[in-house]
């Protein structure tokens, strides 16, 4: 028999941001599982992983949210999803809903070759950047990956002076051009509200 809870199966890269959403909203109900942020690296391996977390708690809780965007699929898990009765974040990627569409349209119109941060991709640039794509083995794949990039835009969640001076060195370490923009978790917390409500 399914309880009344709601679970939110989530990506590691946003886990602290929906938890500290569910303490500030009082969500009793709502539980988060979360799978490795490092499997963005291959992306065509989420689809799988969700449905595993999916089928696993189905019949556990009363409703069931993706806190997924596209992430790089292809529209993988969206065809994943059609089997059941589950809802995901809107937008192509993490950077979209935490930047709003507008905004992120906007950014993108003004520079094609941008490279997104979030607080969580600063924290772990390291790890997923330059360790996850291999740059500390072999530096001049840093060329290639990113010959075609022009500039990295930080979307911060929260304002640190700390996490800007790690964003500026991200972009140095690039050799990108360097601009900030605070979204804050609005955008974030009110697609979340519509899934819980």
Known sequence: MKNKDILIIGCGAIAHEINEIIKLN??????LKCLNADLHNTPKKLPKKIKEIIDLNLKEYSKIFLAYADCGTG????SMLKGYDIERLEGAHCYEFYAGSKLFKDLSNREIGTFYLTDFLVKNFDRLIIDGLG????????DEYFKN???I???????????????KDCADYLN??????????????????????
């Not at 009082?26 to 539980?31: A, I």
């Not at 740059?135 to 840093?142: A, F, Q, T």
């Not at 835009?153 to 790690?166: G, I, R, T």
Request: neutral net charge.
């Open 26 to 31: 009082n969500w009793d109900n709502v539980r």
């Open 75 to 78: 529209g993988l898990i969206d």
């Open 135 to 142: 740059l500390s083995k072999h530096p001049s794949l840093k």
């Open 149 to 151: 990039y022009k500039n």
């Open 153 to 167: 835009v930080y979307l911060a969640q929260k304002l640190n002076d700390d996490s800007e001076l790690k964003a």
């Open 176 to 197: 990108l051009e360097f601009s900030i923009h605070y979204t804050g978790l609005d955008n974030f917390e009110n697609q979340l509200n519509k899934a819980v409500k």
